[in-house]
């Protein structure tokens, strides 16, 4: 019967483990993102309001204008005006208040933020079985053809004279 130490053991749960949140995580978060609307006044204070019931729920950041902006009726913004809302005639930065939509949580912060985290963990494990290499006899320093192989070191060598 061949018996295998803890490491092998821990590798096994910790597999197990990645595999099985991930499902989870994904199944839950269904990768929604959060998108927020920036209301500037005054070219100096803002703030941060979430878009919970946008008009258009495929496309939220259409929803934050200026005028959605004047209409939270914030305290920041009493007395400021819209300017020129001609479309053939405005840039955008006309009047008082600036509007700017911006998300939190996508899907590609996330897989960042993943990425991130198990390289960390598979550089960590890579140097735990470097350890593990090196007690049981085995140097990385060397080359593949001077040190021994795995299964040398498991072997029972046999000498038939």
Not at 132 to 149: F, V
């Amino acid at each position: 019967m061949i018996r295998h130490g803890p490491t092998r053991l821990i590798s096994f749960l910790f597999i197990t483990l990645i595999l099985s949140i991930a499902p989870v995580e994904a199944a839950m978060n269904k990768w929604e993102v959060t998108n927020f609307c920036k209301c500037i006044c005054f070219s100096a204070n803002y703030t941060i309001l979430s878009l919970n019931t946008p008009d258009n729920p495929s496309k939220p950041c259409l929803s934050c204008t200026k005028q959605w902006c004047l209409n939270q009726n914030l305290p920041i913004c009493a007395g400021a005006s819209l300017g020129d809302t001609d479309p053939d005639t405005a840039t955008g930065l006309e009047g008082d208040v600036e509007a700017r939509c911006f998300q939190r949580d996508s899907p590609r912060d996330q897989l960042v933020v993943t990425l991130f985290l198990l390289i960390i963990l598979g550089l960590l494990l890579g140097v735990s079985i470097k350890n593990r290499m090196l007690k049981a006899g085995l140097d990385s320093s060397t080359a593949w053809s001077a040190s021994r192989r795995w299964w040398e070191v498991h072997t029972v060598s046999f000498r038939f004279e």
